[in-house]
Each structure stands twice: as C-alpha cells, then as structure tokens.
C-alpha cells in the first residue's frame, strides 16, 4: 500500500508560481512513477506530468516548458514546480503512483492523493 499526502496550492495571480508537494509513505514508494493530473471545474481530469523512479519526466504540451516534475527518492517526495501560470491552470490538481513505467493515463494508476485546488487569478 502506498499513502500520498498532497501539500501545497493555493491562490496566485497569473504569472506567478507555485509549488506542489506529494509525500508518498511505504516501502516500496521510491519504485513507483509519480504522476500530476489536474480537473477544472466541470471538465475531465487530464493528465499533467508524469516522472519514473530513474528521473525520466513526462508533460501534457498545455504545461511544457513552465512545469517541472522532479522527485527526491529519499524524502519519497515528488514535486511539481508551476511557473508563469495561466487562469486556465485552475484546477484541482492530484498526484498519483503507480507502478511500472510513465503513463498520462489516469486508470493506469493505483493511488491517489487527496487533491489541492490551485487558483490563478488573471
């Protein structure tokens, strides 16, 4: 079992930044690719990015280039560093695991954090 612990979020205005945090408890925690989806209101939850335990990072063409995905193996952490943000990026966003290799889809994997709303006011 693994238990995600989202942190982070909140109010910004477009243009800013802000950092999102997921603490991932468990043994096995540190094998598992993490990945960030995102639901605006009234919309499907789309994928964001994704990182396998070696680094390798993933992003949605919306959010390249001003998110970075990274992890810290040791403090089973993942981060999603969210620069030059848009009203369009409101949404609630969710970390997930799962195990085996990158995927934006969001049935491939197994848990999930609680959800932090991120506000962009234009």
């Known amino acids: 079992q693994v238990q995600l612990a989202q942190s982070g979020g909140g109010l910004v205005q477009a243009g800013g930044s802000l950092r999102l945090s997921c603490a991932a408890s468990?043994?096995?925690?540190?094998?598992?690719?993490m990945g960030w989806f995102r639901q605006a209101p009234g919309k499907e939850r789309d994928f964001v990015a994704a990182?396998?335990?070696?680094?390798?990072?993933y992003y949605a063409d919306s959010v390249k280039g001003r998110f970075l995905i990274s992890r810290d193996n040791v403090k089973n952490t993942v981060y999603l560093q969210m620069n030059s943000l848009k009203p369009e990026d409101t949404a609630v966003y969710y970390c997930?695991?799962?195990?085996?290799?990158?995927?934006?889809?969001?049935?491939?994997?197994?848990?999930w954090g609680q959800g932090t709303q991120v506000t962009v006011s234009s």
């Open positions: 990182i396998n335990w070696g680094g390798n990072s």
């Open positions: 997930a695991a799962r195990r085996g290799s990158s995927s934006w889809v969001q049935s491939d994997y197994d848990y």
């Open positions: 468990g043994r096995t925690a540190r094998s598992y690719t």
